[in-house]
């Protein structure tokens, strides 16, 4: 089949992905049913409470995005079929025997697979999270109202193909490399990042449904060395994925580059990191434990809290994106670095 549109299936999975999150704004909004959201975009709506209370501007309702859901299954799996021209970054195939009675064995749908394995295990652990609350208060005021709900998945829209854009463009491709370098790192890139952001979840989740954690801040496990080790993981993933691709890309081709770097600048300014940040402050600014926790812990990359604490601010900014806007709530009398 080739193509469809256009050659690499840019016209055609904008014009999915589109459909897709329209049918599910049409339900939430006629229904009031907000437990879609997790199944058709998955946003993690850990922040959207304190988010809605002290932010009145349109991103407070992006909160942070937690890629994986159907959506980005769906434009992985239909570009894989509707190519119909399967190379190893697509099939890995293994030959036993010799000539024309080997027998060529399918092992994996690589990049495509990562992107379905991801996304179920996200989008299914996100949607059983939802589902044991029997109505999000959290989305009542956006659930009444059109403009805010139609600009948040549109937003929504944008994202899922912006951050799909790899494998999408590698789906399309014809040019078939022998493995590389890069494809091994990747794999090992994507591998760490789900090992890290599957952990990360279960263990804050574990942590919140705790009677004896109420009213704190999560510092076990991983939330130890990093404030924000899902979105760490989430984006590890992403780049993982990006690297995989890069031996079949060429020219302009490369601009898939956006798709991570979007997701990247996404939480790190925009609706992950600043909003949550944010949140925590408010709730926890006037304990000295928070105080210290924060101080001492990377906001994104796991590290060593002697590591960590111990380093220069200049370096902590520059390079563990330990950004001044990050501790903007805090009280004025508070600590700085």
């Known amino acids: 089949m080739g193509t469809v549109i256009d050659s690499h299936f840019l016209a055609l999975t904008a014009i999915v992905t589109v459909g897709y999150q329209l049918m599910f704004f049409i339900v939430t909004f006629l229904l009031k049913f907000d437990k879609v959201t997790d199944f058709a975009g998955i946003v993690d709506i850990d922040s959207f409470s304190d988010c809605f209370k002290n932010h009145?501007?349109?991103?407070?309702?992006?909160?942070?995005?937690?890629?994986?859901?159907?959506?980005?299954?769906?434009?992985?799996?239909?570009?894989?079929?509707?190519?119909?021209?399967?190379?190893?970054?697509q099939f890995q195939r293994y030959e036993f025997g010799e000539g024309s009675i080997g027998v060529s064995v399918v092992v994996v749908v690589v990049l495509t697979l990562l992107v379905v394995v991801w996304g179920l295990r996200l989008g299914l652990f996100l949607l059983m999270r939802i589902l044991q609350w029997e109505e999000d208060r959290r989305f009542d005021e956006m659930r009444s109202n059109f403009g805010k709900l139609a600009v948040f998945?549109?937003?929504?829209?944008?994202?899922v193909w912006t951050v799909s854009l790899p494998v999408t463009v590698v789906n399309a491709i014809d040019r078939d490399p022998p493995l590389q370098a890069q494809d091994i790192i990747g794999w090992i890139m994507?591998?760490?990042?789900?090992?890290?952001?599957?952990?990360?979840?279960q263990q804050k989740l574990t942590f919140k449904n705790a009677p004896e954690s109420r009213g704190k801040w999560c510092n076990v496990g991983l939330w130890k060395?990093?404030?924000?080790?899902?979105?760490?993981?989430?984006?590890?993933?992403?780049w993982g994925i990006m690297v995989a691709s890069t031996p079949v890309l060429e020219g302009a081709e490369w601009l898939v580059i956006l798709g991570?770097?979007?997701?990247?600048?996404?939480?790190?300014?925009?609706?992950?990191?600043?909003?949550?940040?944010?949140?925590?402050?408010?709730?926890?600014?006037s304990v000295a434990g928070y105080r210290l926790y924060k101080k001492s812990t990377s906001p994104l990359i796991p590290l060593p809290l002697v590591v960590y604490g111990n380093l220069p601010?200049?370096?902590?900014?520059?390079?563990?994106?330990?950004?001044p806007f990050y501790s903007g709530n805090l009280p004025q009398d508070g600590p700085s670095w």
């Not at 501007?57 to 995005?65: D, I, N, Q, V």
């Not at 994507?190 to 979840?201: F, Q, R």
């Not at 200049?314 to 563990?320: I, P």
Request: with cysteine; proline share 3%; charged share 10%.
């Open 56 to 89: 009145n501007c349109a991103l407070t309702y992006f909160s942070s995005f937690e890629t994986g859901s159907t959506n980005f299954i769906i434009i992985a799996v239909l570009t894989l079929v509707l190519k119909g021209s399967w190379h190893f970054r």
């Open 153 to 159: 998945w549109i937003f929504q829209a944008v994202w």
């Open 190 to 201: 994507w591998s760490m990042g789900i090992i890290v952001e599957a952990t990360a979840d």
């Open 225 to 238: 060395y990093s404030r924000h080790p899902n979105y760490f993981g989430e984006i590890f993933l992403w």
């Open 260 to 285: 991570p770097v979007f997701l990247t600048l996404l939480l790190l300014f925009l609706s992950g990191i600043p909003l949550l940040e944010a949140s925590a402050d408010k709730k926890f600014g």
């Open 313 to 323: 601010s200049w370096f902590k900014t520059a390079f563990l994106f330990e950004f």
